[in-house]
């Protein structure tokens, strides 16, 4: 039964922690990861009998023999980070960058806003937890550790996780990078990174979050970010899931939007063997609104499943989804996509559209819209379709010279493009652009 | 004079249906041809077999182009050696802009001619001056290409793309159905402009009215996959007044 040796791995990872401890195991967040992994015991690794994960077999993976974070020397360099981000370094520069190891803040290999006013940088703990009220309110609540098994599982084990708070009124100009890299240089690692971003009121941030995997042994990803979007702020969050051909990336994160609060959130996934994200927006007060966008640009043996929620919880809020796929080989892709319009919600506009196109025989995509209406004065509608690219329209390309590889490359990059287009950080679209033209096969259209 | 297409008894169908029954055309260079013919009489087949179409099976019969054995080519080399088709139902292509759609087209036709890609700028201006000539205006080139034009701004597109591609053999398919009065003049006047001693043109038109400006050296009546009649610009007028019972019935005596 591998999942019950994975409950052992979580366990013992558990008591380790709680060993390495001392003296704070006692402390609020310590009592956070008990009533967590009790959680996680409970809700029990998912199969793909539970309707949730369906598509999302874990159970190739988890039966690894994954050794405990704590023990591996803090050997990651400069040099490491900068090879597994490649160009991603020189696009976000300007920016700062928080970096985190195998699921630890890692100040040294951080570019942080030391002397600017608006944005603070801290490791999550029980000092932070008992002093700051904000932080107090939203960390695993934002993100319940009842509402999924590996958001129970990630706060059981996460310890050094990081949270970002842009404070009131700060609009800030530079991008803040969390990246985040599993070493399994040496062996098998299982980490937890955790994010908590708090953007007060009338605050405007970017965030871009990557995954990255160094060395030949497994990496399992699960990762918890969670955001709190404060009144008339506008967080633009970013994920980039560009990470090796065998990585392993199970990603959770969820929003709380405030009064006339905007979340924008933009999810690519370029490369990976498997990669689930979890995205769940709370639009918990008047005004407040959500964009989602998502596209996955898959080939080979990749999976990437995304599972959005996007709850109106109050009246007159907008919600806004454009999820795409292009899928070659025998790839896989999974859109599942909630919205849930609660009965005092009137006034909520909320659209929605997936879109996909296969490119061969043998790759599938698994698409749900789930629009749960209990409200009766409301706009929604949600459209999905899903093709093949239209011969005619190839033929039209080669009929002008075009080659019939570069048509189709053509094709699919402007399908993707559509995405892609919103993303307002122009070097981080770029950079996407490009990576993704350079995956079809072509480059970035450019007039 | 080598002629730029010579096409000897050409048979072609899809599936186990013959549509082309036998079609000879030779054409030279500077000359401009028109095929007429009833609805069905097989002409989009005809041009589409020559662009390359492969939903189109050749059954017999030999098609040379500039000396090289057409049917040989895929649709895109036909394309680089100077091919090109004006659809009678150009193809909506989403998120392809105009502009990035000729720039790609414009230079892979020039690197298999072993020349650089154009420089944007000069790629531009080429742009401005071809649009100029088929009066198109320059907000077409950021839309996605085709998508959501009316039907004489998609004729007029593929006149635009002729001028920027100056193909040696132009073939346009019914490219005056649709089209304004005023439009017609244009087009025609787009098409005649391109018109040189060393390239031709194929017309396919229902109408002697565009023929009017884009006067042929040669009109022939496509029927039931055969041409059954080659004459000068008066058989189109011919055409025009007595419609094509006369030409069925002739035919079906010499069979
Ligand atoms: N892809 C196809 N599948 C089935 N039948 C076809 C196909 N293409 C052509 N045909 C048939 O072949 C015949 C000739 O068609 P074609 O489009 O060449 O006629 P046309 O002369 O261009 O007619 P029109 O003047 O109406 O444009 C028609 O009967 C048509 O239905
Ligand atoms: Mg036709």
Known sequence: MPQAAFNDVIKRSFDDLSKRLNGSASGPLHKMREAALKSFIEQGVPTTRHEEWKYANVLPFIGLEYSRVSEIAKSVTEKDIDEALGELVSVLESGWRVTIVNGQFRGDLSYLPAAVTGVSVDVLSDKLIANDEVVRAAYGSVAKSDAHPFVAMNTALACDGVVIRVAKGSEMKRPLHIAIISDARQVNVLTTPRILIVAEEGSEIDIVETHSTIGDQQALDVSVSEIAVGSNAHVRFHKVADDQDDSRHIGYTAATVARDGRFTSHCINIAGNFIRNDLVINLADVGSQAYLYGASVLGGVQFADSHTVVDHAVNNCHSEELYKGIYDGSSIGVFNGKIFVRPQAQKTTAYQSNHSVLLSDKAQVNAKPQLEIWADDVKCSHGATLGQLNDEAIFYLRSRGIDADKARALMTYAFVAEVLEHIDHEGLREFCEKRVASKLGTEPLSL | ?255
């Open chain 2, 1 to 255: 004079m080598t002629p730029i297409l010579q096409i000897t008894d050409l048979t072609a169908g899809i599936e186990d249906r013959e549509i082309l029954k036998g079609v000879s055309l030779t054409v030279n260079p500077g000359e401009v041809h028109a095929i007429m013919g009833p609805n069905g009489s097989g002409k989009s087949t005809l041009a589409s077999v020559l662009a390359g179409r492969e939903e189109y099976a050749i059954t017999g019969g030999t098609v040379v182009f500039r000396g090289n054995d057409l049917l040989e080519l895929s649709p895109e080399d036909r394309a680089r050696q100077g091919m090109f088709l004006a659809f009678q139902y150009p193809v909506e292509i989403p998120g392809v802009s105009t502009a990035n759609f000729l720039k790609t087209s414009v230079n892979e036709l020039r690197k298999f001619r072993g020349q650089e890609p154009l420089a944007p700028a000069v790629f531009l201006a080429l742009m401005r001056e071809r649009m100029k000539l088929v009066e198109m205006d320059q907000s077409f080139l950021s839309r996605s290409l085709n998508e959501g034009f009316s039907g004489g701004e998609k004729k007029r597109n593929e006149i635009f793309q002729m001028a920027m591609l100056e193909p040696i053999l132009a073939v346009l398919d019914e490219t005056d159905s649709g089209l304004d009065i005023d439009a017609l003049r244009i087009v025609a006047g787009g098409v005649n402009a391109l018109r040189t001693p060393t390239t031709a043109t194929i017309i396919i038109t229902h109408y002697q009215r565009l023929l009017d400006y884009i006067i042929p050296d040669v009109v022939h009546v496509l029927w039931d996959g055969r041409i059954v009649r080659s004459g000068g610009k008066e058989l189109a007028l011919e055409l025009e007044k007595r419609g094509y019972d006369w030409i069925k019935q002739e035919a079906a005596e010499v069979a």
